[in-house]
């Protein structure tokens, strides 16, 4: 049967259950642990992978799928005359995007590939929208439409507990990593435009809460929040805190809370957390 299907790569933070309902397809990335190629995949949770990478000799490295993998998808999705959306995580953070795009050039399939400019719940976010109407039978420019909709009414903050991880993935100094770990500093960024713009910083977890405080003020505010997600890093206390002040703020609403994928942790490390939403 002729329809449209929904790709995604496993950056895509979402109950697993969920995919499989919607008939989301899901493609791996890899990580790398001493030496050790695994697939970030459904056998792979994130609880796993936190213990797996706190015993590792160095940080884990992740690497895109090959642009052989979503050739292959694509192919097999097409088979029955459909087409594909591939939504997948900012180029900022990955080349799984333009891997995608460049696998869509080379198959006999019709592909649109989209950059979420956003990646774990804010992705999915997207990639939940674009499957459900997709499920109803909407058409290409709907489900594009509504993907555009979601995509620039997003707002993804990111809490980092420790800069060690980031330090050696050498997204910052070393002399800053260390001074920050001497300091306790503590940071939130706001990923805005693919980019994360640092929001606020300070000493120890107090800073979390004023920050998310002063995020509850600008919440309480909004009348058109039609979704919630809050991901974390072994940081399911902190992620519980959050979840009450939200529930409280928004009882009606279903605020999603789910350990983060391997491939956003091996960058954040453990502490880390995110709350996104997205508005009408």
Request: charged fraction near 25%.
């Amino acid at each position: 049967m002729k329809k449209i299907k929904i790709v995604t790569d496993s950056s895509c933070t979402m109950e697993q259950s969920l995919r499989d309902n919607l008939n989301i397809h899901m493609m791996p990335l890899s990580v790398m642990i001493d030496g050790v190629v695994y697939r970030d995949d459904d056998n792979l949770s994130g609880e796993d992978f936190m213990e797996m990478m706190a015993q590792a000799k160095t940080l884990p490295k992740t690497s895109q799928p090959p642009i052989g993998e979503f050739v292959e998808l694509y192919d097999q999705l097409g088979a029955d005359g459909s087409e594909v959306i591939s939504i997948h995580m900012t180029k900022n953070l990955s080349g799984t995007v333009e891997a995608a795009r460049q696998a869509s050039h080379l198959t006999n399939t019709k592909v649109t590939v989209i950059d979420s400019d956003f990646t774990d719940q804010s992705l999915a976010f997207q990639v939940i929208q674009a499957a459900q109407l997709a499920e109803e039978g909407a058409s290409r420019e709907e489900i594009l439409a509504e993907i555009e909709l979601v995509k620039n009414n997003g707002k993804l903050f990111i809490g980092i507990a420790g800069l060690d991880n980031l330090v050696k993935g050498g997204r910052i100094s070393r002399v800053t990593g260390m001074l920050s770990s001497f300091l306790n500093i503590k940071v939130v960024m706001n990923f805005e435009h693919a980019e994360l713009v640092p929001v606020v910083k300070g000493r120890g977890t107090k800073t979390f809460m004023k920050w998310f405080d002063e995020l509850k003020t600008e919440l309480s505010k909004l009348t058109t929040v039609r979704k919630i997600g809050i991901s974390h890093a072994n940081a399911a206390e902190l992620a519980e805190d959050f979840y009450r002040g939200l529930k409280d703020l928004f009882p009606d609403k279903d605020i999603t809370v789910l350990h983060t994928n391997p491939v956003i942790a091996t960058h954040t490390g453990p502490g880390a957390f995110a709350i996104m939403y997205y508005t009408d």
